[in-house]
Nanobody, 130 residues
Framework: QVQLAESGGGSVQTGGSLTLSCKVS??????????LGWFRQAPGKEREGVGV???????AYVNSVKGRFTITQDTEKKTLSLQMTNLESDDTAMYYC??????????????????????WGQGTQVTVSS
């Protein structure tokens, strides 16, 4: 069973930086095909994808964060990270990591789509203020 736990959220001023981390328990090295992602949900809004990384290390981001956010994975430590720079007030949200191991997700089928992911963390809050 896969469990995900986010950390690193907090309050930051506009233009600042923050790095979120997601510890993935139950990550098996035998899983060759997978998709990992970051999502966020702002108050009163629907959850939206931020970006993903697949088992080949390829990443993809939504337009609103391109050039500002970077996703990395550490398969040794079994963690997923989201480095956020030049933060804006619109980035304020609860941030979630998600994983699809052994399912449909993987190279060629890995994107910021809710229904692709089976496992989700509890979220970590990011607040950006001026």
């Amino acid at each position: 069973q896969v469990q995900l736990a986010e950390s690193g959220g907090g309050s930051v001023q506009t233009g600042g930086s923050l790095t979120l981390s997601c510890k993935v328990s139950g990550w098996r090295s035998t899983w060759r095909k997978y998709c990992l992602g970051w999502f966020r949900q702002a108050p009163g809004k629907e959850r939206e994808g931020v970006g993903v990384v697949d088992s080949n290390g390829s990443t993809a981001y939504v337009n609103s964060v391109k050039g500002r956010f970077t996703i990395t994975q550490d398969t040794e430590k079994k963690t997923l990270s989201l480095q956020m720079t030049n933060l804006e007030s619109d980035d304020t949200a609860m941030y979630y990591c998600a994983a699809d191991f052994g399912g449909e997700g993987g190279p060629g089928n890995c994107g910021p789509w809710d229904d692709l992911f089976e496992d989700w963390g509890q979220g970590t809050q990011v607040t950006v203020s001026s």
